[in-house]
């Protein structure tokens, strides 16, 4: 290449590209791709080559050559990169694939996680309710302002609005303080005569202790049909309870105040706990409030769509996180957010 000018040097580094582009679309794998390297940008590689034969090029075309020289390495290092990229995406996308075949006849370790408290028993009151004809139905944890208040027959400014403040988004919309905001969304959805229950996560601004969390479950249910009575709510009751305790327990039915039921009722059950002689666990009352429940009122049958001098019903609302701490024995309902494992996977289904 002695005394080459840029014109050729132009052409020969034009060959050197085609002979590396056309090199580079065979290599399948990464040693394919170092050997490339080597070749071409390697210390005895072409380039390499080039630039000892540049000391031989005339003093006022040095220059020109140089950077043509320096462009073809740039375009080899350019496309050595984009290939790399190729293959390393190429390897991903494989390994993605095989993991992806799963084999469920390999044996399952037991050890390997438990439930929580409240799923297991949010599993069991369903399985109970469900045997018993009523849908299971989910629904959203925010809702708005017409759902959680004002179907259920609480208007802007009333007074029971104060007992469950929340957290309201930007929007307007807020995160549901009881499961009762999806009564109306169930009776549109079905009509009457309907029977469901519907558990969820709710909200409230409140301060904690070892029976308040500020966030916590619930668990709803609606029965709605012909000449409901306060009698079939408190068999169903009593039979979710027993199902549950599978042993004699204490509950006292009071009057309660709901705008959504009329009339309306406070079912306690005696602290599991302490046994009724007052611990931190029922605040010292020996009693702790489990699932007001009361008759449907008739403006929130007409606000779902149902007729209120056809159908009657009942609504409870069970508090599912205080069930599981008087089913389990768990004395401060904090554990149960705490995500403390120690203590979450000691039990069982049943
Ligand atoms: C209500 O939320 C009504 N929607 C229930 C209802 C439904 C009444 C249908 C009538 C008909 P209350 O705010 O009392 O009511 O909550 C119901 C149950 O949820 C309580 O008895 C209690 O068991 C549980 N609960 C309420 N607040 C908390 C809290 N901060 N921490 C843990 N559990 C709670």
Redesign the pocket.
Known sequence: MAGETDCSMLETTQKIREKFSSLLSEVKSSADLDALRIEFLGKKGQIAALMTNLKDVAADRKKEAGRIINEAKQFIEEKLREKNDELIALEEKRQIDAAEVYDDTLPVDPGLGSYHPITLIQREVEEIFSSMGFYVEDYSEIVDDYHCFEALNIPKHHPARD??DTYYLDNGQLLK????AAQNYIMRKYGAPVRAVFPGRCF?N?STDA????T?F?L?GIMIDRDISISNLIYFMKTMLSEVFKQDITVRLRPGF?P??EP?FELDIKCTICGGVGCPSCKNSGWL??????MIHPNVLRAGGIDPEEYTGF???L?L??LAMMKYGIKD?RVLNSGNLRALSQFIDG
């Not at 303080?177 to 009762?180: C, D, P, Q, R, V």
């Not at 029976?211 to 500020?214: A, D, P």
């Not at 409030?289 to 009361?294: A, D, K, T, V, Y």
């Open positions: 007992m469950q303080t009881h499961t009762s409230r409140e029976c308040h969390e500020n916590f619930q709803e709901f959504f039921v309306g409030e489990l699932c007001p429940c009361g609504a409870f609302g508090g996180t205080r309902i």
